[in-house]
C-alpha cells in the first residue's frame, strides 16, 4: 500500500497530517478507494456519452496470412484480457495476455505468430476464468503457402452504412469471401473529434452481420474522405494524429503506414497480394516525389513502399487497391487519381519498366459500379483493368457514371460489392471479378487471366513487346474510316476509293530510343506509305512532321523528313545496297533510333546509316502507320514489336 505521501502525490492533494492513533487510517483507506476507482470507473463515463461503449465489441479477425493472425477485441471495462488458441494438429492450447486499457478506449489487439499455413485456429477470449467469447465460429484459417497452387475469394466495399442494409455482410459471406477489405468511408465519421471517431468506429464494428462474419474472415481496412475527416479532405487536415490513432486503436492490421504516418498496408493470400494504399494522409502535403512542380497524394515514403513491393513481389496477380477511382470522375471535388494523374503516370510508366505481371486496380468512393479497361498495352504491354465498387449503403450517384472511351461496364446500382477470385490451381491462373447486390443478383463480371496480363514479349527477340496487340488498336489513334484490323494486321486505306489525302495511325505515347521491328506489305495502285518515328501530329491537320522510314514503289528502305524538310535524307547508297522487296507480300522491316542516328533494314539489308546533323530536333515522339493520299492502296502492317533502348 502506498504512504499517504505517495498518494499525496500521485493525486496532486496537499499533503495531509500524520495521524496520531490508528482509527486516523480511515481516511487514508478512503483515498486510496478514490484513486483505485479513478482507474475503474472511466467505462462508465464512456458508456455514459454513447451507448456504444456500455457493449463488447467483437472479436474482429484482423490481418492474417501464412504465418501469423491478428485477433482484435474491446471489453466493457479495462483490465486483463486472455486469448486462447488451439493448434489444429494437436489440440494443445497457447494462451496469450493483453491489457485493456482506457487511454486505448480498452481496444487490445493480440498478435499470434508461429502459425501453419492453409490451417483453421479455433479462439477463445478469458477474462481470468470466464469466457467472453468462444465457440465453433470463433476460428481463423491462415492463407496457403505463397507458393502453393490455391483459390482465393477476396470481397473489396466501400461507403457503409451503419444503422442499416446489415444484410449485405451476410452476402459478403454467404458468397465465399475468404477476406473483407473496406475501402473507405466505412464508417462515416465527417470530423477529427476523438470521441466521435471511437464511437462510429464502435456502431460499425458493432453491426450484428459484420461482427458475425468478421469474428472468423479477416478484416482489412484503409480510409477515404468521410472516415479521414470530412469530404474531400486531404492530409492538410487538422488533428489528422487523433483520426490515426483511432483507425490503429480500432483495426487490426500488420502495419500502419511507415509506422508514424499514414496507414498503407499489403496482404498477400495465396496468389493474390493487396497493396492497400493511404491516399488521404500525405496528399497535398509536399511536393510530388515524381513531379516536384505538383503536388503529391501518396508522399515519398509510400511512393517508396509501392514500388519496392511492387517489383518484389512473386504474386501472380497485384491488387492496387484505394479508395480514390483511378481515372477522372468529372466532379468538382479533387479526390480522384486525375488530380494525381503526374504519379499515376508514372506508376504506369514503372510497371511498364519493370516488366510487371498481373498489376489490377481497385477503387471505391462514386456510388458507382464500374470496370474500365484502360489502353495501356503499349506502355506496359497489356491492359491495366480497374474494378469500381460503390456503394455498400443505399446512396448511388447517377451522375459520376461519366462516359470514358474505355468503360467495359457501367452502374449507379445499390448495395453492392466486388468479389476477386484468384485461382492458381488453373492453368493459365484466372482472375475473375464479380459486382454482387445484396439480393444476390450478379450485376457483372470480368474473367481474366495470367496470360493476359502479362507483358507481351515476343518468343527468341530478348527485351522486344508488342505494342499492337492483333484484336484491337489499344493504344493507338488515328480515323476508324482509314484504319481497320484484317486477319491480325493493321490495314491503312482502300482498294475500292480513292484516298483524299495522308492518314496516320499514331501511337498513344512517345519513344526516344528504340529498336522498331515490324512486317509490311503494299497492295494497290499507289504503293505509298511510310513509317514514322520520333513524330508528332500538326495541331488540327491531318499531317504529322517528323522522321518517315518509306514504304512503296521507288520508295523502300529510304528515310524521309515528313512535313518538315520535306526531303529523303538517306537511303540505299547503290543497287547492291537496294533492298530485295516481296512484292505483294510482307517484309521485315527493322528501325533503330539512338541518339541522332538513325539505321533501317529491311528484309535484312541495311538501307539507312543517318546521323542528324542539327542538334535542335527533337530525338522524341510518336510512332505513326501511314497511308498516302491518293489511288485505291492498302499499306497493311504486322507483328509490331519494340524494344526501348536504355
Not at 628 to 635: K, N
Given at each position: 500500500?502506498?504512504?499517504?505521501?505517495?498518494?499525496?502525490?500521485?493525486?496532486?492533494?496537499?499533503?495531509?497530517?500524520?495521524?496520531?492513533?490508528?482509527?486516523?487510517?480511515?481516511?487514508?483507506?478512503?483515498?486510496?478507494?478514490?484513486?483505485?476507482?479513478?482507474?475503474?470507473?472511466?467505462?462508465?463515463?464512456?458508456?455514459?456519452?454513447?451507448?456504444?461503449?456500455?457493449?463488447?465489441?467483437?472479436?474482429?479477425?484482423?490481418?492474417?496470412?501464412?504465418?501469423?493472425?491478428?485477433?482484435?477485441?474491446?471489453?466493457?471495462?479495462?483490465?486483463?484480457?486472455?486469448?486462447?488458441?488451439?493448434?489444429?494438429?494437436?489440440?494443445?492450447?497457447?494462451?496469450?495476455?493483453?491489457?485493456?486499457?482506457?487511454?486505448?478506449?480498452?481496444?487490445?489487439?493480440?498478435?499470434?505468430?508461429?502459425?501453419?499455413?492453409?490451417?483453421?485456429?479455433?479462439?477463445?477470449?478469458?477474462?481470468?476464468?470466464?469466457?467472453?467469447?468462444?465457440?465453433?465460429?470463433?476460428?481463423?484459417?491462415?492463407?496457403?503457402?505463397?507458393?502453393?497452387?490455391?483459390?482465393?475469394?477476396?470481397?473489396?466495399?466501400?461507403?457503409?452504412?451503419?444503422?442499416?442494409?446489415?444484410?449485405?455482410?451476410?452476402?459478403?459471406?454467404?458468397?465465399?469471401?475468404?477476406?473483407?477489405?473496406?475501402?473507405?468511408?466505412?464508417?462515416?465519421?465527417?470530423?477529427?473529434?476523438?470521441?466521435?471517431?471511437?464511437?462510429?468506429?464502435?456502431?460499425?464494428?458493432?453491426?450484428?452481420?459484420?461482427?458475425?462474419?468478421?469474428?472468423?474472415?479477416?478484416?482489412?481496412?484503409?480510409?477515404?474522405?468521410?472516415?479521414?475527416?470530412?469530404?474531400?479532405?486531404?492530409?492538410?487536415?487538422?488533428?489528422?494524429?487523433?483520426?490515426?490513432?483511432?483507425?490503429?486503436?480500432?483495426?487490426?492490421?500488420?502495419?500502419?503506414?511507415?509506422?508514424?504516418?499514414?496507414?498503407?498496408?499489403?496482404?498477400?493470400?495465396?496468389?493474390?497480394?493487396?497493396?492497400?494504399?493511404?491516399?488521404?494522409?500525405?496528399?497535398?502535403?509536399?511536393?510530388?516525389?515524381?513531379?516536384?512542380?505538383?503536388?503529391?497524394?501518396?508522399?515519398?515514403?509510400?511512393?517508396?513502399?509501392?514500388?519496392?513491393?511492387?517489383?518484389?513481389?512473386?504474386?501472380?496477380?497485384?491488387?492496387?487497391?484505394?479508395?480514390?477511382?483511378?481515372?477522372?470522375?468529372?466532379?468538382?471535388?479533387?479526390?480522384?487519381?486525375?488530380?494525381?494523374?503526374?504519379?499515376?503516370?508514372?506508376?504506369?510508366?514503372?510497371?511498364?519498366?519493370?516488366?510487371?505481371?498481373?498489376?489490377?486496380?481497385?477503387?471505391?468512393?462514386?456510388?458507382?459500379?464500374?470496370?474500365?479497361?484502360?489502353?495501356?498495352?503499349?506502355?506496359?504491354?497489356?491492359?491495366?483493368?480497374?474494378?469500381?465498387?460503390?456503394?455498400?449503403?443505399?446512396?448511388?450517384?447517377?451522375?459520376?457514371?461519366?462516359?470514358?472511351?474505355?468503360?467495359?461496364?457501367?452502374?449507379?446500382?445499390?448495395?453492392?460489392?466486388?468479389?476477386?477470385?484468384?485461382?492458381?490451381?488453373r492453368h493459365p491462373p484466372t482472375l475473375v471479378a464479380t459486382w454482387i447486390q445484396?439480393?444476390?443478383?450478379?450485376?457483372?463480371?470480368?474473367?481474366?487471366?495470367?496470360?493476359?496480363?502479362?507483358?507481351?514479349?515476343?518468343?527468341?527477340?530478348?527485351?522486344?513487346?508488342?505494342?499492337?496487340?492483333?484484336?484491337?488498336?489499344?493504344?493507338?489513334?488515328?480515323?476508324?474510316?482509314?484504319?481497320?484490323?484484317?486477319?491480325?494486321?493493321?490495314?491503312?486505306?482502300?482498294?475500292?476509293?480513292?484516298?483524299?489525302?495522308?492518314?496516320?495511325?499514331?501511337?498513344?505515347?512517345?519513344?526516344?530510343?528504340?529498336?522498331?521491328?515490324?512486317?509490311?506489305?503494299?497492295?494497290?495502285?499507289?504503293?505509298?506509305?511510310?513509317?514514322?518515328?520520333?513524330?508528332?501530329?500538326?495541331?488540327?491537320?491531318?499531317?504529322?512532321?517528323?522522321?518517315?522510314?518509306?514504304?512503296?514503289?521507288?520508295?523502300?528502305?529510304?528515310?524521309?523528313?515528313?512535313?518538315?524538310?520535306?526531303?529523303?535524307?538517306?537511303?540505299?547508297?547503290?543497287?547492291?545496297?537496294?533492298?530485295?522487296?516481296?512484292?505483294?507480300?510482307?517484309?521485315?522491316?527493322?528501325?533503330?533510333?539512338?541518339?541522332?542516328?538513325?539505321?533501317?533494314?529491311?528484309?535484312?539489308?541495311?538501307?539507312?546509316?543517318?546521323?542528324?546533323?542539327?542538334?535542335?530536333?527533337?530525338?522524341?515522339?510518336?510512332?505513326?502507320?501511314?497511308?498516302?493520299?491518293?489511288?485505291?492502296?492498302?499499306?497493311?502492317?504486322r507483328h509490331v514489336r519494340i524494344r526501348e533502348l536504355k
Amino acid at each position: 500500500m502506498p504512504s499517504p505521501a505517495a498518494l499525496s502525490t500521485a493525486t496532486d492533494m496537499p499533503p495531509m497530517p500524520r495521524p496520531t492513533r490508528p482509527a486516523s487510517i480511515r481516511p487514508y483507506l478512503r483515498l486510496l478507494a478514490c484513486v483505485v476507482a479513478s482507474l475503474w470507473v472511466a467505462p462508465a463515463l464512456i458508456a455514459a456519452e454513447h451507448p456504444s461503449a456500455a457493449k463488447a465489441t467483437g472479436p474482429i479477425v484482423g490481418h492474417v496470412d501464412a504465418g501469423q493472425a491478428y485477433v482484435w477485441y474491446r471489453p466493457t471495462t479495462p483490465g486483463p484480457l486472455t486469448l486462447s488458441v488451439r493448434d489444429p494438429r494437436t489440440g494443445s492450447e497457447r494462451r496469450l495476455s493483453q491489457l485493456a486499457r482506457t487511454e486505448n478506449d480498452l481496444c487490445v489487439t493480440w498478435h499470434v505468430t508461429g502459425l501453419l499455413p492453409q490451417s483453421r485456429y479455433q479462439y477463445a477470449i478469458f477474462r481470468g476464468d470466464k469466457q467472453l467469447a468462444g465457440g465453433p465460429s470463433y476460428y481463423f484459417e491462415t492463407a496457403p503457402d505463397e507458393d502453393a497452387a490455391a483459390r482465393v475469394s477476396l470481397a473489396f466495399g466501400s461507403c457503409a452504412s451503419s444503422t442499416d442494409f446489415f444484410d449485405i455482410w451476410r452476402r459478403i459471406r454467404d458468397e465465399g469471401a475468404e477476406g473483407v477489405v473496406l475501402l473507405g468511408d466505412t464508417p462515416y465519421i465527417d470530423t477529427a473529434d476523438l470521441a466521435v471517431n471511437r464511437n462510429r468506429h464502435r456502431e460499425f464494428l458493432q453491426i450484428p452481420t459484420l461482427a458475425e462474419m468478421c469474428r472468423s474472415t479477416p478484416l482489412w481496412s484503409t480510409w477515404d474522405d468521410h472516415d479521414f475527416g470530412a469530404n474531400d479532405s486531404d492530409g492538410r487536415i487538422a488533428n489528422k494524429a487523433t483520426i490515426r490513432n483511432v483507425f490503429r486503436q480500432y483495426r487490426a492490421q500488420h502495419n500502419y503506414g511507415d509506422g508514424s504516418e499514414g496507414i498503407y498496408t499489403r496482404f498477400r493470400r495465396g496468389p493474390v497480394e493487396v497493396f492497400l494504399l493511404d491516399p488521404r494522409w500525405f496528399s497535398q502535403t509536399a511536393p510530388s516525389p515524381v513531379a516536384p512542380d505538383q503536388v503529391t497524394c501518396l508522399g515519398s515514403a509510400q511512393w517508396k513502399w509501392l514500388l519496392e513491393g511492387l517489383e518484389s513481389s512473386t504474386a501472380t496477380f497485384k491488387v492496387l487497391a484505394t479508395g480514390m477511382i483511378w481515372d477522372d470522375k468529372k466532379s468538382s471535388e479533387k479526390d480522384d487519381w486525375e488530380t494525381y494523374r503526374h504519379e499515376r503516370e508514372a506508376l504506369f510508366d514503372f510497371i511498364g519498366e519493370k516488366k510487371i505481371a498481373g498489376v489490377v486496380l481497385v477503387g471505391g468512393d462514386i456510388h458507382c459500379s464500374r470496370a474500365l479497361r484502360f489502353r495501356t498495352e503499349p506502355r506496359i504491354g497489356y491492359p491495366l483493368w480497374q474494378f469500381v465498387t460503390s456503394p455498400l449503403h443505399d446512396g448511388v450517384i447517377p451522375s459520376l457514371n461519366v462516359p470514358h472511351p474505355d468503360l467495359i461496364y457501367g452502374e449507379p446500382v445499390p448495395n453492392t460489392f466486388l468479389r476477386l477470385t484468384a485461382d492458381s490451381t488453373r492453368h493459365p491462373p484466372t482472375l475473375v471479378a464479380t459486382w454482387i447486390q445484396m439480393s444476390g443478383r450478379k450485376l457483372h463480371e470480368v474473367r481474366l487471366d495470367a496470360q493476359e496480363l502479362t507483358p507481351a514479349v515476343v518468343p527468341g527477340e530478348v527485351g522486344f513487346r508488342t505494342i499492337f496487340d492483333g484484336r484491337t488498336l489499344a493504344g493507338w489513334e488515328g480515323s476508324d474510316k482509314w484504319f481497320r484490323i484484317e486477319d491480325g494486321a493493321i490495314v491503312g486505306g482502300s482498294l475500292s476509293e480513292r484516298i483524299p489525302h495522308n492518314e496516320f495511325l499514331c501511337t498513344e505515347r512517345e519513344y526516344d530510343d528504340f529498336e522498331l521491328r515490324l512486317q509490311v506489305k503494299a497492295v494497290g495502285e499507289g504503293l505509298n506509305a511510310g513509317i514514322q518515328i520520333r513524330s508528332r501530329r500538326i495541331p488540327h491537320h491531318h499531317e504529322m512532321i517528323g522522321y518517315q522510314a518509306d514504304v512503296g514503289e521507288g520508295w523502300w528502305g529510304k528515310l524521309y523528313d515528313e512535313s518538315r524538310r520535306a526531303t529523303v535524307l538517306a537511303g540505299p547508297k547503290d543497287e547492291s545496297a537496294e533492298p530485295v522487296i516481296k512484292e505483294n507480300d510482307w517484309n521485315d522491316y527493322v528501325i533503330r533510333c539512338e541518339g541522332r542516328r538513325v539505321q533501317i533494314w529491311i528484309n535484312g539489308r541495311q538501307t539507312v546509316d543517318y546521323f542528324e546533323p542539327d542538334e535542335s530536333l527533337e530525338q522524341k515522339g510518336l510512332i505513326g502507320l501511314q497511308i498516302h493520299g491518293g489511288p485505291p492502296t492498302e499499306a497493311w502492317y504486322r507483328h509490331v514489336r519494340i524494344r526501348e533502348l536504355k
